[in-house]
Every structure is written in structure tokens, then in C-alpha cells.
């Protein structure tokens, strides 16, 4: 479906992995999926979940013996890397949970990544090992020292081979710069600098300095009282290391240039789109404040997801988006039910195949959604263990509004809200998908004829 939606639509996706077309972590609250990265590559999917754990899958190499194991992920390492905390300046309690994972490019042997909880963002540097030094002069081999009196010759330590050990160790700490809970952490595209923003602020980090930030970014207001919008997500251009965009809860989007000030509180660009009065309702507010953020491969596109919407914004048409799709519009009559049970606040990402003409984005029952740019066709795809065994063949799903029922299709009245896809992510240049929905992972590859 990335040269043609026309596959998509009929024999649409197989799933593979080691469990039955999923991978599952866990079963409690803490383990939870909160944010799913593919690397530069997609040779590496990174997973975090609310128990601060970052469970990192490689893709494995294609085998001659078996064709239909092509790319398929296992569980490369794992490792603690947030822990709970508490404030006692504030008496707050700190989550663990992971909110975003961001991959710096590949470098050398070893892989980089950033994460981060509600105050607190980690680089951590995961690499391999399979030699192990003996032989020192000072230390046994049990890493004990030696008494230096029974020292009585000089040995040259040598490296020894042994099995295969991925360790990922802490290499910056940056802390204590937000009073809010950081939502967005984006690597720069000079790869020496980072951004991380919360509800009022966003700080520019340099990777090199972890005890001081440049804010460039404060729309807090004087008085709180005030205060009328909150920042929502953010994310630098992929291109242009000056140029950066942030979304709020009222539905805007500004994009900024580094170049013309320090403080970037006057934006560049301004993107809004006039509301329609026919629509108004109570929940106009809540349904129009921006979840995710996100430029395009090429830079050229800005796209957003909101409650209810994907837009696609040209950074050169301000007034309205050039491209607006209805995720689940048949929600519209039952968000009176969801304000009720919170769901109208979920926060639900969108991301762009690697060339920018297809759109993923979840929705609840475990669907998520994809859209094709270039013919306007969409689909509706379930992510269930009972459909997803290995190599079997995703069928389209669709929500039937009120009247008669048709046997593929699904009421309205019967999907479950607790099931939702907030979390999803694309391979950089290959048609795999990773969904994330509550505690399992599930991948997909377009069908290999």
C-alpha cells in the first residue's frame, strides 16, 4: 500500500511474531504500552510502558530456509528506565511511566536514545559485548582487589570471547527543568540538540549539558487565572535545525524560527481553522484541542490529530488544512457518554508511512485507521489476538450507525472504549507497522505474494 492503496483495501495486512501475532508484555496496570519508536533504521522498535520500562525489539535477518520469518522483531534487551519518585517540595508523586522514546542516528556500533517520565529525560546508550578483559594485574578474576605484596609478576590483560550481552547504560541525566509534565521530547536535526516541552514551557537542551536548559518557548501567564490554552505536543523539522512547531489544546498550531529571537513566544506561522457555528457544541473545546503533532519525511506537510480528526497542513496555507479525514465520526453522537467516562480526553498519535502518502491513527475497539493521500480511500483494521495468528490476513472493519446491521460489521452501541490504540508506529522506509493496544505489541507486514 505504499505505491498503491489498492492491496491495502483487499487482502490489506498479515501480522507476524513470535506469539501469535502478538507480542505480549504483561498484564498489569504497569505494564500498559505508553509509546512505541521505531530507529532510523527500523532494524530496532522501542516500546515504553507505565511501569518505566523500556523493552527494545530487533528485527531479525532474513533467512533463506524460512522467507515468510522476513523482518520479523524479538526481544533484543530490557531495561528500568524511569523509577517512581516523590517531590517533597510539592508532595507530588512522580510516575515512572514512560511518556515518549526518541532514537538519535546511528553513529557507530552502539545505539542512543532518549526517554522521558512526566519531569526527568534519560539518554541511554545500548550496545553489545562478547569479549570479557581477564588477566588484570590489581584485581582477581572475581574482581576483588589483589594485596600489591603478592604481586610478583606483570600479566597483560587479554579479552576473552563470551556470550552475546546487550547493556544499556545511563550516559546523561537531564533534570529539573520543567514544573510541568513533559508531553514531547524531539531530537534536533543537528543532532546536538533537543527539545522537551510540557503544558507552559519548551526548553532547548544541548546533549553535552545536563544541569542547565535555553527556554524558548513560556506562554505561562502572569496570573494563572488567565491562562486559556496549554501546549499539547511538539517537534522539530526534520530538515531545518531553527524551525520548530508546537500544537495546543485550542486547536492551534505555531510554528517558530529560532533565527529571529531567543524567546520564540512570537511565532513564525499560525495555523487555525475557522470553526464552523453550525457545529458548536459544549464539547467543541475538548474535541478540538491537538493530541500529536507531527512534520512530514520531506518537511513540506504538518499533520494533526485531534478527537475526532486527522488534518494535513502546507506550511505555506495557514487559514485551513489542505486534507481533513473523519476518524470515528460516528462517535460524534455519543460524546456525551464519553465526557462522562473521560475517553473524550484520550490522546491519541498519528504517524506517516515513509513516503508521506499514507496515515495511521488509532481509534477504540482496538481499530486503528489508515487513510491513502493519493486516492482518498481509507480502511478500518482490527488489532485482536483472536484475528492477528501469524500470517493470517486483516479484514476491513466497519461501524454500523443505527438500522440494520450487516454480519461483517460492528454497532456502534457494542464497541468497547477501554480497548483503544493511542500508540502506533511506522517503519521509516518499509510497509511494518507496530500498534500498540493496552499491554500488547502487535506488528504488521504488508502480505508477501
Same mark, same amino acid.
Given at each position: 500500500?505504499?505505491?498503491?492503496?489498492?492491496?491495502?483495501?483487499?487482502?490489506?495486512?498479515?501480522?507476524?511474531?513470535?506469539?501469535?501475532?502478538?507480542?505480549?508484555?504483561?498484564?498489569?496496570?504497569?505494564? *500498559?504500552?505508553?509509546?512505541?519508536?521505531? %530507529?532510523?533504521?527500523?532494524? +530496532? $522498535?522501542? !516500546?515504553? =510502558? /507505565?511501569?518505566?520500562?523500556?523493552?527494545?525489539?530487533?528485527?531479525?535477518?532474513?533467512?533463506?530456509?524460512?522467507?515468510?520469518?522476513?523482518?520479523?522483531?524479538?526481544?533484543?534487551?530490557?531495561?528500568?528506565?524511569?523509577?517512581?519518585?516523590?517531590?517533597?517540595?510539592?508532595?507530588?508523586?512522580?510516575?515512572?511511566?514512560?511518556?515518549? *522514546?526518541?532514537?538519535?542516528?546511528?553513529? %557507530?556500533?552502539?545505539?542512543? +536514545? $532518549?526517554? !522521558?517520565? =512526566? /519531569?526527568?529525560?534519560?539518554?541511554?546508550?545500548?550496545?553489545?559485548?562478547?569479549?570479557?578483559?581477564?588477566?588484570?594485574?590489581?584485581?582477581?578474576?572475581?574482581?576483588?582487589?589483589?594485596?600489591?605484596?603478592?604481586?610478583?609478576?606483570?600479566?597483560?590483560?587479554?579479552?576473552?570471547?563470551?556470550?552475546?550481552?546487550?547493556?544499556?547504560?545511563?550516559?546523561?541525566?537531564?533534570?529539573?527543568?520543567?514544573?510541568?509534565?513533559?508531553?514531547?521530547?524531539?531530537?534536533?536535526?543537528?543532532?546536538?540538540?533537543?527539545?522537551?516541552?510540557?503544558?507552559?514551557?519548551?526548553?532547548?537542551?544541548?546533549?553535552?549539558?545536563?544541569?542547565?536548559?535555553?527556554?524558548?518557548?513560556?506562554?505561562?501567564?502572569?496570573?494563572?487565572?488567565?491562562?486559556?490554552?496549554?501546549?499539547?505536543?511538539?517537534?522539530?523539522?526534520?530538515?531545518?535545525?531553527?524551525?520548530?512547531?508546537?500544537?495546543?489544546?485550542?486547536?492551534?498550531?505555531?510554528?517558530?524560527?529560532?533565527?529571529?529571537?531567543?524567546?520564540?513566544?512570537?511565532?513564525?506561522?499560525?495555523?487555525?481553522?475557522?470553526?464552523?457555528?453550525?457545529?458548536?457544541?459544549?464539547?467543541?473545546e475538548i474535541i478540538s484541542s491537538i493530541s500529536d503533532v507531527k512534520f512530514s519525511h520531506s518537511g513540506r506537510y504538518i499533520m494533526t490529530r485531534d478527537y475526532l480528526t486527522v488534518k494535513?497542513?502546507?506550511?505555506?496555507?495557514?487559514?485551513?488544512?489542505?486534507?481533513?479525514?473523519?476518524?470515528?465520526?460516528?462517535?460524534?453522537?455519543?460524546?456525551?457518554?464519553?465526557?462522562?467516562?473521560?475517553?473524550?480526553?484520550?490522546?491519541?498519535?498519528?504517524?506517516?508511512?515513509?513516503?508521506?502518502?499514507?496515515?495511521?491513527?488509532?481509534?477504540?475497539?482496538?481499530?486503528?485507521?489508515?487513510?491513502?493521500?493519493?486516492?482518498?480511500?481509507?480502511?478500518?483494521?482490527?488489532?485482536?489476538?483472536?484475528?492477528?495468528?501469524?500470517?493470517?490476513?486483516?479484514?476491513?472493519?466497519?461501524?454500523?450507525?443505527?438500522?440494520?446491521?450487516?454480519?461483517?460489521?460492528?454497532?456502534?452501541?457494542?464497541?468497547?472504549?477501554?480497548?483503544?490504540?493511542?500508540?502506533?508506529?511506522?517503519?521509516?522506509?518499509?510497509?511494518?507497522?507496530?500498534?500498540?493496544?493496552?499491554?500488547?505489541?502487535?506488528?504488521?507486514?504488508?502480505?508477501?505474494?
Amino acid at each position: 500500500f505504499l505505491v498503491g492503496f489498492g492491496s491495502l483495501m483487499q487482502d490489506v495486512l498479515w501480522c507476524f511474531s513470535q506469539v501469535k501475532g502478538t507480542i505480549d508484555i504483561g498484564v498489569t496496570e504497569a505494564d *500498559i504500552i505508553s509509546t512505541v519508536e521505531f %530507529n532510523h533504521t527500523g532494524e +530496532l $522498535l522501542a !516500546t515504553g =510502558d /507505565k511501569g518505566g520500562r523500556v523493552v527494545i525489539f530487533q528485527r531479525e535477518q532474513e533467512s533463506k530456509n524460512q522467507p515468510h520469518r522476513r523482518g520479523e522483531y524479538n526481544v533484543y534487551s530490557t531495561f528500568q528506565s524511569h523509577e517512581p519518585e516523590f517531590d517533597y517540595l510539592k508532595s507530588l508523586e512522580i510516575e515512572e511511566k514512560i511518556n515518549k *522514546i526518541r532514537w538519535l542516528p546511528q553513529q %557507530n556500533a552502539a545505539y542512543f +536514545l $532518549l526517554s !522521558t517520565n =512526566d /519531569k526527568t529525560v534519560k539518554l541511554w546508550k545500548v550496545s553489545e559485548r562478547d569479549k570479557r578483559p581477564e588477566g588484570y594485574n590489581l584485581k582477581d578474576e572475581d574482581g576483588r582487589l589483589r594485596d600489591p605484596s603478592m604481586i610478583t609478576m606483570l600479566r597483560v590483560p587479554v579479552l576473552r570471547p563470551m556470550d552475546l550481552m546487550v547493556e544499556a547504560t545511563p550516559r546523561r541525566v537531564f533534570a529539573n527543568a520543567h514544573t510541568y509534565h513533559i508531553n514531547s521530547i524531539s531530537v534536533n536535526s543537528d543532532y546536538e540538540t533537543y527539545m522537551s516541552a510540557d503544558d507552559l514551557r519548551i526548553n532547548l537542551w544541548n546533549f553535552e549539558i545536563t544541569n542547565q536548559s535555553f527556554n524558548i518557548v513560556d506562554i505561562k501567564p502572569a496570573n494563572m487565572e488567565e491562562l486559556t490554552e496549554v501546549i499539547t505536543a511538539a517537534e522539530f523539522h526534520p530538515h531545518h535545525c531553527n524551525t520548530f512547531v508546537y500544537s495546543s489544546s485550542k486547536g492551534t498550531i505555531r510554528l517558530c524560527d529560532m533565527r529571529t529571537a531567543a524567546l520564540c513566544d512570537r511565532h513564525a506561522k499560525f495555523f487555525e481553522e475557522p470553526e464552523d457555528p453550525s457545529n458548536r457544541s459544549f464539547f467543541s473545546e475538548i474535541i478540538s484541542s491537538i493530541s500529536d503533532v507531527k512534520f512530514s519525511h520531506s518537511g513540506r506537510y504538518i499533520m494533526t490529530r485531534d478527537y475526532l480528526t486527522v488534518k494535513v497542513w502546507d506550511l505555506n496555507m495557514e487559514n485551513r488544512p489542505i486534507e481533513t479525514y473523519q476518524v470515528h465520526d460516528y462517535l460524534r453522537s455519543k460524546l456525551c457518554s464519553l465526557y462522562e467516562n473521560d475517553c473524550i480526553f484520550d490522546k491519541f498519535e498519528c504517524v506517516w508511512n515513509g513516503s508521506d502518502s499514507v496515515i495511521m491513527t488509532g481509534s477504540y475497539n482496538n481499530f486503528f485507521r489508515m487513510f491513502d493521500r493519493n486516492t482518498k480511500r481509507d480502511v478500518t483494521l482490527e488489532a485482536s489476538r483472536e484475528n492477528s495468528k501469524p500470517r493470517a490476513i486483516l479484514k476491513p472493519r466497519k461501524v454500523c450507525v443505527g438500522g440494520k446491521r450487516r454480519k461483517d460489521e460492528i454497532s456502534v452501541d457494542s464497541l468497547d472504549f477501554s480497548k483503544k490504540i493511542l500508540h502506533t508506529a511506522w517503519h521509516p522506509s518499509e510497509n511494518i507497522i507496530a500498534v500498540a493496544a493496552t499491554n500488547n505489541l502487535y506488528i504488521f507486514q504488508d502480505k508477501v505474494n
